[in-house]
Nanobody, 120 residues
C-alpha cells in the first residue's frame, strides 16, 4: 500500500510564500509523474503543476509564481509558491503515479490534502 503525505500548508498574507512538501511511503518500485492539484471552496479540483523525469507543466494561473520540483531519492515532490494571491486559497492535493512492484501497473495515488489560505 502506498501513501502520500502532504505538509507545509497554512495561513499566509497576499504576496507571501509557502513551500508544500509531499512524501510517498509504502511499497514503491518506481514513481512516474508527480503533481499538485487544488480545490477551492465550491469549485472543482484543478491541476496546479506536474513533473516527470523530463518535463514540468503548470496551470496558466500559477506560471511564473509557482515552481514544482522532486527528489527521487526521497520519493518526494515540492511546490514553491511565491507571490500568493487570495485566489490561490484552496486545499492542495499531492498526486503520483506509483508502481508498487516490478510486475504491477502504475496506480494513481492521492494525498489527504493540505489547506492553504491567503488572506490579510
Amino acid at each position: 500500500q502506498v501513501q502520500l503525505v502532504e505538509s507545509g500548508g497554512g495561513l499566509v498574507q497576499p504576496g507571501g510564500s509557502l513551500r508544500l512538501s509531499c512524501a510517498a511511503s509504502g511499497s514503491i518500485f518506481s514513481i512516474n509523474a508527480m503533481g499538485w492539484y487544488r480545490q477551492a471552496p465550491g469549485k472543482e479540483r484543478e491541476l496546479v503543476a506536474t513533473i516527470t523525469s523530463t518535463d514540468t507543466n503548470y496551470a496558466d494561473s500559477v506560471k511564473g509564481r509557482f515552481t514544482i520540483s522532486r527528489d527521487n531519492a526521497k520519493n518526494a515532490v515540492y511546490l514553491q509558491s511565491n507571490s500568493l494571491k487570495p485566489e490561490d486559497t484552496a486545499v492542495y492535493y499531492c498526486n503520483a503515479a506509483v508502481k508498487p512492484t516490478i510486475f504491477a501497473r502504475y496506480l494513481e495515488v492521492w494525498g489527504q490534502g493540505t489547506l492553504v489560505t491567503v488572506s490579510s
